[in-house]
Each structure stands twice: as C-alpha cells, then as structure tokens.
C-alpha cells in the first residue's frame, strides 16, 4: 500500500509489545517496534509466573467491579496464551497456585524477551531509545506516529495498526496522584523508570477512553525507610507474608482482612493515615511463611532479616508484654497494640475486620515487627479496550487503526488483581491477531 511503512508499529518493548510483534511478524505482517530506553523487557524482566484466575467464576468473585468482557476474555485467552509462549521454545513449568485463588506457571521471562527480541532483529526492525512524539490520524484513524530516533532525528512511521503498550503511568508522579490516590507518588517505584504515562497521553491525544480513576493499583508492602537498590530488591523486600500477619495504622486499629492478600492490602494501607502501619507475626508465621517461599519455586528469602540488615523499623518481642517497649518515635501505642493481639487471639473467627484465610492466633512468641508502607509497581487507570485490544473512543466505538495491551490500559481490575504478565500477553496476542485479521498469512 503507498505510504504505509509498516503493517504494525508497537510502542513499548515490554510483555505486551514485545508479544504483540513476535505474533504480529508470525502472522506474516511486517513490524515497527519502538523502545525508550536502550534495553528491550521492560517490568518483565523482573517477573516470574504467568498466572491469572482458573475460572470466569473465581474472576468474578475475586475481580467483581473489573469489566465483564475483558475478565471473560483474559480467562479464556490464558491457556492460549501459555501455549503461545511455548511454542516460541521457553519452558512454561507445570501450573501452581499463585496469591491462593489464581493459578500460574513459572517461566524465565527474560528467555521469552529475548527469544521475541531475536524474531523482532530477523523479521522487523526494532529501534531502541526511541520516543514517541505523537500518533498520526487521518480522518479519524490512527495511521502510525511521529518517532524520534537515537540519533535525534525524527521519523513518521507509518502503519496500518498502532499498537501502544508503554506500561503505564507508575514512574510519573504527577499522574500517580491524579489517578490512583492524592498520597501514591511517595511510593517507592517498584517496576522499569521508563513508564511514565506516555501510552495513555498518545491515546488520549487522539480521543480514546480512559478510567476509571482510583481503580487501585498493583504493589506489594515493602519495610518502611528502605530504599531499593537494584531490581531484585523489588521482590526480595515484598513482604508478602503479612496475608498471615496483623498489620496495624498508626491509631493502633487493623483496618483490613490481611490475609486476603498482600497486594490488597497494600492498596489499603496507603490510603490510612501516613500510608504506614505495624505488620506484626509470631513465631509460627515467622517460621511457615517469613522465611518461607511465597509461590511455590520462588526462592525462599528471610524477610525480616533482611530488612533489619537494611535498616527498616523492625522490633523483635519476646512476648507481647515487651510492646510496650516500641519506640516511642515510630508513633504507636505498643500496648494498646499488645491488648489488640490478645483480643484478635481471643475472638478466633469472630474477628473484625475478618480473618478469612488464615485465623490462627498469633500466640507465640517471639514476636516480629516490622513497620511496612506501600509500593507501586503499576496502576489499575490506563486506556479503555474492548476483548480485542482495540481502543475505545471517549466519543463511543472504537478508534480505528489503534490497540493497546498491557498495563497501559485499564477497566480490567479495580481493587483487585489477577495477574500482569497474563492480560499483557492476552491482550498483546489479542491485538496483534485483530491488527492483522485481515492480512494474515499463518503458515500452518
Ligand atoms: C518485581 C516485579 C515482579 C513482577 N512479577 C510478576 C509476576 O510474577 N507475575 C505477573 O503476572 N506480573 C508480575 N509483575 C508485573 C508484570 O511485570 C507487568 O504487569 C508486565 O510486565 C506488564 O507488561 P507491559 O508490557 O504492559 O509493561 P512492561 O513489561 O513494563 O513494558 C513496558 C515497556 O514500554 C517501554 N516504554 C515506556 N514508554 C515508552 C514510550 N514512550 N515509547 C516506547 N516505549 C516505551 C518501557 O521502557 C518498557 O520497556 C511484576 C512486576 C515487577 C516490577
């Protein structure tokens, strides 16, 4: 066709556009694909299991308020999905369960990276520390983008599907606080620098949906006053335990049901006062789950010791009498904390707020402190998308000539999670199989 420089042009070289073009280029299609930054995999990089809800009815019991028609259509692509990984030669391990009511497969996301990446160099082009100035339309349809290379120079790219897959908006603090809560960007950033919103700007620019603000976000406790020092510290401070632990604010009150799941958790914790609390486990959390493995295959990591080595708050009880020694500075009553565990012991069951996963009392000794604050790896606001990955227009239908996939987009969760990898490889596999509908040339 004249003028069209390209079938697909994909924006953002993590797990959803990375997936997006290596299906794209299978298809037969011809693929752009640009990236920011000077290295291609994004948070992806940093992940290890594809995994999401088992069923539609988990998703719906577990993901209520999420849209209808991308939950279905994330339950039903994910089996899909794992295949599609398979068949690029990376090793997807036996499926386990993940977060309690999900189910995943490990996998070496860093050997899917570069097993795309090297289709990408073969077949299409891949240009690295490239931004993206803005989408090209006519007559309403999104014809490519107007890029600026390495080199300074700027290019328009033009394509017959634009594909923006930029991870979101977590590394721009402004919208951080627009979108998710007043309080998010004093967050630490737990995912890549590079997302800082430019997926959402670019589809906005062009009239696409998007919302709903203060849908939550995904993120993990982390231990107060620890900074990260190098990716892995993202998952070896995650202090995932606390579904077994009592965390308490600084009116010395649970506030939750923890064990629903630290990640649920920790979207309620930064909206309490100062976004901290007192994540409290005994000696038989601290044996079955602080130093345990967190999904089975994870190395197990001993939490506590490593943010008391790293210099967090940490407090170590022999009994529950020895809270009243807290430090005063951190701002809580350590005894009206004590009497608290001793009425949470006491009620069992008859808890409030609930303990519905895990009701064992926290009776013994010694007793291990920790106090804990929010950490942001991506949020739930993003680009409205139908099942396909095509992006909705604020005006009503969609935009033609443009998809979005992964954690740039958003309607999927709210308040709840079920994965990242998985709706970024469904989504990603979704619209690459819609941008090229009508042109595949599957060699089967
Ligand atoms: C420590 C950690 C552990 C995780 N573990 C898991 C896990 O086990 N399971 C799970 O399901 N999820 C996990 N996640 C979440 C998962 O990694 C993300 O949900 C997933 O990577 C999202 O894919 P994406 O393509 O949307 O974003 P990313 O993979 O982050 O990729 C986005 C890419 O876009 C690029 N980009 C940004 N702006 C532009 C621009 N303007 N132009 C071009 N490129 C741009 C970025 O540089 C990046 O390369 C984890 C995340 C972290 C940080």
Redesign the pocket.
């Not at 897959?165 to 979101?168: H, L, M, P, R």
């Not at 996939?405 to 987009?409: C, H, K, L, N």
């Given at each position: 066709m004249p003028g069209i420089d390209t079938d697909v042009l994909v924006?953002?070289?993590?797990?959803?556009?990375?997936?997006a073009a290596a299906r794209s280029l299978s298809r037969g299609s011809s693929v752009i694909v640009?990236?920011?930054?000077a290295?291609?995999?994004?948070?992806?990089?940093?992940?290890?299991?594809?995994?999401?809800a088992p069923s539609h009815e988990v998703m719906d019991e577990v993901n209520p308020n999420g849209s209808p028609a991308l939950r279905r259509a994330l339950v039903d692509g994910f089996a899909p999905g794992i295949e599609w990984i398979r068949s690029l030669d990376v090793e997807c391990a036996d499926a386990v369960t993940?977060l309690r009511y999900g189910t995943?497969h490990q996998f070496d996301?860093n050997q899917y990276i570069g097993e795309c990446r090297k289709r990408i160099r073969a077949d299409g082009e891949l240009l690295t520390s490239?931004?993206?100035l803005r989408l090209l339309t006519e007559d309403g349809s999104v014809v490519g983008a107007r890029v600026r290379l390495a080199d300074g120079t700027e290019r328009e790219i033009r394509a017959r599907a634009t594909i923006i897959?930029?991870?979101?908006f977590q590394a721009n603090p402004e919208a951080a606080n627009k979108h998710i809560h007043p309080a998010a960007s004093a967050m630490q950033l737990?995912?890549?620098p590079?997302?800082?919103g430019?997926?959402i700007r670019?589809a906005e620019a062009v009239g696409a949906a998007t919302g709903k603000d203060r849908s939550g976000f995904?993120g993990h406790l982390i231990p107060t006053g620890v900074s990260f020092r190098e990716?892995a510290d993202?998952?070896a401070l995650?202090l995932y335990y606390s579904e077994h632990a009592l965390l308490f604010n600084l009116d010395n009150r649970r506030f939750i049901d923890e064990t629903a799941g630290d990640h649920l958790t920790t979207m309620a914790l930064l909206e309490q006062p100062e976004s901290r609390g007192l994540l409290v486990a005994d000696e038989r959390v601290y044996r079955d789950w602080i130093t345990g493995s967190y999904?089975e295959g994870a190395v197990a990591i001993d939490k506590f010791d490593l943010a008391q080595r790293r210099g967090g708050r940490c407090g170590f009880a022999e009994s529950l009498d020895d809270f009243a020694y807290l430090p005063e500075e951190w701002g809580y009553d350590g005894a009206v904390i004590a009497e608290e565990i001793g009425k949470i012991n006491a009620a069992g069951r008859a808890v409030r707020p609930p303990r519905a996963y895990d009701a064992e009392p926290l009776d013994r000794g010694p007793y291990y402190v920790i106090e804990a604050c929010p950490a942001l790896?991506?949020p739930f606001h993003g680009v409205r998308i139908d099942e396909n990955g095509r992006v909705l227009a604020a005006a009503g239908g969609t935009i033609e000539g443009l998809f979005a996939?992964?954690?740039?987009?958003g309607g999927l969760y709210d308040h709840a999670y079920t994965?990242?990898?998985?709706?970024?490889l469904v989504f990603?596999l979704a619209a690459a199989d819609r941008a090229t509908a009508d042109r595949a040339v599957v060699t089967a």
């Open positions: 924006i953002g070289a993590g797990m959803a556009g990375l997936t640009v990236e920011t930054s290295t291609v995999g994004g948070s992806a990089q940093f992940a290890g299991y594809a995994w999401t993940v995943g996301t490239t931004s993206t897959a930029t991870g979101g737990r995912s890549n590079t997302s800082v430019d997926g670019l995904y990716p993202f998952v995650s999904v790896t991506f996939a992964g954690s740039d987009t994965g990242g990898i998985a709706p970024a990603g």
